[in-house]
């Protein structure tokens, strides 16, 4: 992704989040570059830089990439089953925007303990996808949660439930590392705090290349409860670090994107941000 300062990456946003509900309008899969401009209140010239440093890559492929029927596409095209991962791109361009992720997960009796003696520190950015808010211990990133579509004070009290007994602190200085790690491709360190079974399902997540995608019934297969499917997408709902941990690279097997914790605007802007870079990486036919 192009270096944006933080109010830049918040003006993109609100843009792409813009150009997702006109593309959604009856008439918006045949909009012209100029339409779509003009409704954003942009010359098509300017409309065009800023989708560039967004995504790299044209607005006309970007309102490819953010139609509903991507998901469809990509489950078609570039579907992972996880039992053969490492055949579709583990390294080289498949991999190119995934970040060397180390973690380490809470243990089955610290889990239990709902965060009681765990202290998080968290703070508030602007990030690629919106107002982001993340949370760390002292072993690593332990949430990342996306706010546009929900509101700031839901998406704080939801990760705060998540571990209702630990201690929060706001201090935007000691997470701001974690989180431009995790945008910019630095050696994040995870901390998993969830259920094993939770957890199982976050390491599967984990394995599925940048630029494809899976299903909910192959990560059941993939964690050995085939017939967990239900359970499988509790757990992904449940993902405590969103991106890092790539629950919008799980699907429905008709293609359908299913939910997303965080708004589906945000899972679609995901999947084509990623699809545009993997396409971008490819080697020249």
Same mark, same amino acid.
């Given at each position: 992704?192009?270096?944006?300062?933080?109010? =830049?990456?918040?003006?993109?946003?609100?843009?792409?989040?813009?150009?997702?509900?006109?593309?959604?309008? =009856?008439?918006?899969?045949?909009?012209?570059?100029?339409?779509?401009?003009?409704? $954003?209140?942009?010359?098509?010239?300017?409309?065009?830089?800023?989708?560039?440093?967004?995504?790299?890559?044209?607005?006309?492929?970007?309102?490819?990439?953010?139609?509903?029927? +991507?998901?469809?596409?990509?489950?078609?095209?570039? +579907?992972?089953?996880?039992?053969?991962?490492? !055949?579709?791109?583990?390294?080289?361009?498949?991999?190119?925007?995934?970040?060397?992720?180390?973690? =380490?997960?809470?243990?089955?009796?610290?889990?239990?303990?709902?965060?009681?003696? @765990?202290?998080?520190?968290?703070?508030?950015?602007?990030?690629?996808?919106?107002?982001?808010?993340?949370?760390?211990?002292?072993?690593?990133?332990?949430?990342?949660?996306?706010?546009?579509?929900?509101?700031?004070?839901?998406?704080?009290?939801?990760?705060?439930?998540?571990?209702?007994?630990?201690?929060?602190?706001?201090?935007? !200085?000691?997470?701001?590392?974690?989180?431009?790690? $995790?945008?910019?491709?630095?050696? !994040?360190?995870?901390?998993?705090?969830?259920?094993?079974?939770?957890?199982?399902?976050?390491?599967?997540?984990?394995?599925?290349?940048?630029?494809?995608?899976?299903?909910?019934?192959?990560?059941?297969?993939?964690?050995? $409860?085939?017939?967990?499917?239900?359970?499988?997408?509790?757990?992904?709902?449940?993902?405590?670090?969103?991106?890092?941990?790539?629950? +919008?690279?799980?699907?429905?097997?008709?293609?359908?994107?299913?939910?997303? +914790?965080?708004?589906?605007?945000?899972?679609?802007?995901?999947?084509?941000?990623?699809? @545009?870079?993997?396409?971008?990486?490819?080697?020249?036919?």
């Amino acid at each position: 992704m192009p270096s944006q300062t933080p109010l =830049e990456q918040q003006y993109y946003w609100k843009l792409m989040r813009r150009a997702i509900e006109r593309i959604d309008a =009856e008439d918006g899969r045949d909009l012209s570059l100029e339409a779509i401009a003009a409704d $954003a209140g942009l010359s098509p010239a300017h409309f065009q830089r800023v989708f560039s440093r967004w995504a790299g890559i044209s607005p006309k492929r970007v309102q490819q990439y953010l139609t509903l029927d +991507h998901a469809r596409r990509l489950l078609s095209e570039r +579907h992972t089953t996880l039992e053969t991962a490492d !055949a579709v791109g583990l390294s080289g361009a498949g991999r190119l925007h995934d970040l060397f992720l180390r973690w =380490e997960a809470m243990s089955p009796g610290e889990y239990a303990r709902k965060g009681d003696g @765990l202290t998080l520190r968290y703070g508030w950015f602007d990030g690629p996808f919106g107002r982001t808010l993340a949370m760390a211990t002292d072993r690593g990133l332990a949430g990342l949660a996306f706010a546009e579509e929900v509101g700031d004070a839901a998406a704080l009290a939801d990760m705060k439930s998540r571990w209702p007994e630990a201690t929060y602190i706001e201090d935007e !200085a000691a997470v701001a590392p974690f989180m431009e790690k $995790a945008f910019t491709g630095g050696g !994040a360190k995870l901390h998993l705090i969830g259920a094993p079974f939770q957890i199982k399902v976050w390491e599967a997540l984990m394995q599925v290349p940048t630029g494809h995608v899976t299903t909910y019934s192959d990560l059941a297969r993939a964690i050995g $409860a085939p017939k967990a499917v239900r359970a499988v997408g509790t757990a992904v709902g449940r993902n405590p670090i969103s991106w890092l941990i790539p629950c +919008h690279r799980a699907l429905r097997k008709t293609g359908a994107l299913g939910g997303y +914790h965080w708004g589906l605007p945000v899972k679609r802007a995901m999947l084509a941000w990623e699809t @545009l870079e993997t396409d971008a990486a490819r080697p020249a036919a």
